[in-house]
Structures are given as C-alpha cells and as structure tokens.
C-alpha cells in the first residue's frame, strides 16, 4: 500500500471512529430525554455506532 493510500485509509478510519463516538454521544443524551420513541433512537445509534466501529474494526486489518 503507497503512501496516498494509507493516509486516505487512516483518513477513513478516523471518520469511522468520530462518527462512532458522536452516536454513542447522542445516545446517551437520548436516554436522559424522556418521550415517545427516544429508548428506540438511543438503541438505534448504539446499534449503528457498534457497525461503524466493526467497520473501522475490519479496515484496520488492511494496513
């Protein structure tokens, strides 16, 4: 892997792990809301949050 290609994976990977920790974030201030549907949504970014960071997970095996 050439140099260009390892600074846009890391790129990436850093984007994976921001995005993963902002749904966790936003999840957790979710659960403090009381309302129709905010357990659902806060569960919802936990679920996707754990795909990015699987994602991010498998990628890193690239380098």
Do not use: F, H, P
């Not at 984007?15 to 919802?44: H, P, W």
């Not at 936990?46 to 991010?56: C, H, I, S």
């Amino acid at each position: 892997m050439d140099g260009n290609a390892r600074a846009l994976l890391w790129e990436i990977l850093n984007d994976l792990r921001s995005v993963s920790q902002k749904m966790n974030q936003a999840a957790a201030e979710l659960q403090q809301m009381r309302g129709v549907g905010t357990e659902l949504c806060a569960s919802r970014l936990e679920v996707l949050a754990d795909k990015y960071e699987k994602a991010r997970k498998e990628l890193s095996k690239l380098n």
